[in-house]
């Protein structure tokens, strides 16, 4: 089944903006730490950015001060603001959470199937 969807990827030319967002398909989760990893042809998946649960965020050199995470805990989604993307920024786009369920007290990791995020040049 699966617990974490994404959504928001698309087809962008050079210079534009995607807004990602992630959340459980479901009810009944916490959610402590989160993240946005990806993946571009060719290559090995890389981390992107992460948000912990008391806020602090952090990103890949390759994205700092163009890419912004932030988190709604109300809605227990995580969202990527993607500006002034580049071609180099194409791949499929996965997130991660550090998340139970509120009948456990054990936080393991789940991932999200992917959204395809292609920038043209």
């Known amino acids: 089944q699966v617990q974490l969807v994404e959504s928001g990827g698309g087809l962008v030319q050079a210079g534009g903006s995607l807004r990602l967002s992630c959340a459980p398909s479901?009810?009944?989760?916490?959610?402590?730490?989160m993240g946005w990893f990806r993946q571009a042809p060719g290559k090995q998946r890389e981390l992107v950015a992460t948000?912990?649960?008391?806020?602090?965020?952090t990103y890949a050199d390759s994205v700092r001060g163009r890419f912004t995470i932030s988190r709604d805990n109300a809605k227990n989604t995580v969202y990527l603001q993607m500006n002034s993307l580049k071609p180099e920024d194409t791949g499929v786009y996965y997130c991660?959470?550090?998340?139970?369920?509120?009948?456990?007290?054990?936080?393991?990791?789940?991932w999200g199937q992917g959204t395809q995020v292609t920038v043209s040049s």
């Open positions: 479901g009810r009944g989760f916490s959610i402590n730490a």
């Open positions: 991660n959470a550090l998340m139970k369920r509120d009948w456990s007290s054990v936080f393991i990791t789940y």
């Open positions: 948000a912990a649960s008391g806020g602090a965020s």
